[in-house]
């Protein structure tokens, strides 16, 4: 029966997609060193943290999605190995009294909260462009990480509060923070993240398809304008996450230039008093700090603020956008047009179709790191032939001019290098 649960419970934009990377790429490795990854599907913690949540849109899902944190807890709770991790970054969000219901259906494990938490600064204009996502209009430079949306406000991206929610009925040194280094790549953070976890499994693998959702600066602002002038019926969380998410900002936006989003001064100013109050307070309360809190003090990015994007590259972004989309709706109608000459095909071509723009971004990548592999490859083979030659032209040095001919017949065997040697010497 488990011993420890590890619940990673946010906050959002810290990493958290890499870190779930990692562990499901290793799932199996991690099984074998009786570690589980809870939940096979994504889908069933993210509901699982509307569950604990208590959040009003689980109503306008399928039942089962009701069901998905009792499923967890059953999992965790029949599982023969030592420990399992939960990594879902929006359980952050969790009010005290949620976290204390959540906790209790974990009564009689060693249960451990990790916290992943990085610069409050550039964490402002990240939460903006999520809730951008979902058809919000408000100005980046006139809108505050708060309201009700809080997944996306301070009250789930400042470690402090998260940790004094769910820490308050553990012990300090059970409640672990784990700050993102300010140097992106490499292994830092998983290495952090581990030794929170308590995890000391070898050989897993750490490479992981780096899949940057972050709009540049017109197209977070292009985005924003849309949002303004959509209507019914691309209204509610579900028609949001597939047509403003989904289809226009992870399927076009995101390849339009990758020009970082500013703050105001005003904002700087409220991320860097938080910063301060929250390393003050984690330091207090003696939990376990894996990096260093000066990774929280909030900087400011050299770079525009989004109302600062002239109607010219406004303009150069819409156009870019049509055309993608107008390329993406030829796709589909071919694929339709195909489905419907033939009926018996038409699933699989439609199957076909989605699966291909969803991988798209990823098979290219993935393409690009094989070629890469076989140029070196290829370098290693022309490497090892050289080596060969020179290996031939030397044994036919030591033939020609060691041995008689007619002892060694034109090949040099270890025969004939023992008679060689016994005949003179």
Not at 79 to 97: D, Q, V
Not at 177 to 196: M, N, S
Request: net charge neutral; glycine share 8%; proline share 4%.
């Amino acid at each position: 029966m488990t011993e420890r649960v590890y619940l990673h419970v946010g906050a959002p934009k810290s990493g958290t997609t890499y870190l779930q990377a990692v562990l499901e790429q290793n799932r199996d490795r991690l099984a074998s060193a009786g570690v589980l990854v809870v939940g096979t599907e994504h889908l069933d913690r993210v509901h699982a943290a509307m569950v604990v949540r208590q959040d009003p849109r689980l109503e306008a899902l399928p039942d089962r999605a009701a069901g998905a944190w009792s499923r967890l807890v059953e999992q965790i709770r029949a599982w023969p190995g030592a420990s399992a991790i939960l990594s879902y970054e929006l359980f952050a969000g969790a009010s005290a009294e949620q976290v204390t219901a959540a906790l209790r259906d974990l009564d009689g494990l060693e249960t451990h909260v990790v916290i992943t938490a990085r610069d409050l600064g550039t964490a402002m204009p990240s939460a903006w462009q999520e809730r951008l996502k979902f058809a919000l209009t408000t100005p980046l430079e006139t809108w505050k990480p708060a309201g009700s949306r809080a997944e996306w406000g301070w009250r789930a991206m400042d470690p402090a509060g998260v940790a004094r929610r769910w820490g308050a009925s553990l012990p300090p040194e059970r409640v672990h923070i784990v700050t993102v280094p300010r140097e992106r790549g490499g292994d830092v953070l998983w290495h952090r993240f581990a030794a929170a976890c308590g995890l000391t499994v070898p050989g897993l693998d750490l490479r992981t398809e780096q899949v940057n959702e972050s709009l540049g600066l017109v197209a977070a602002e292009l985005l924003r304008r849309v949002n303004k002038a959509v209507r019914a019926p691309i209204v509610g969380n579900r028609e949001q996450a597939l047509w403003l998410r989904d289809t226009l900002a992870h399927g076009v936006l995101v390849h339009l230039g990758r020009e970082p989003i500013g703050i105001t001064e005003a904002q700087h100013a409220d991320a860097a008093e938080r910063a301060r109050a929250a390393a003050l307070a984690l330091t207090g309360a003696g939990y376990d700090v894996q990096g260093d809190l000066d990774d929280l003090v909030a900087t400011r990015p050299e770079a525009r603020t989004p109302s600062e994007a002239g109607d010219g590259e406004l303009l150069e972004a819409a156009v870019e956008t049509i055309v993608r989309l107008l390329l993406e709706l030829r796709e589909r109608t071919h694929e339709r047009d195909q489905a419907q000459q033939d009926p018996g095909s038409r699933l699989t071509s439609l199957r076909r179709g989605a699966v291909r723009r969803v991988a798209a971004p990823v098979t290219d990548r993935r393409v690009e790191r094989l070629q890469e592999r076989v140029a070196e490859l290829e370098a290693q083979v022309a490497e090892d032939r050289t080596l060969h030659l020179r290996v031939a032209e030397l044994s036919d040095v030591v033939t020609e001019l060691l041995l008689p001919a007619t002892l060694a017949r034109g090949r040099v065997t270890a025969a004939a290098l023992r008679r060689y040697r016994g005949e003179s010497l």
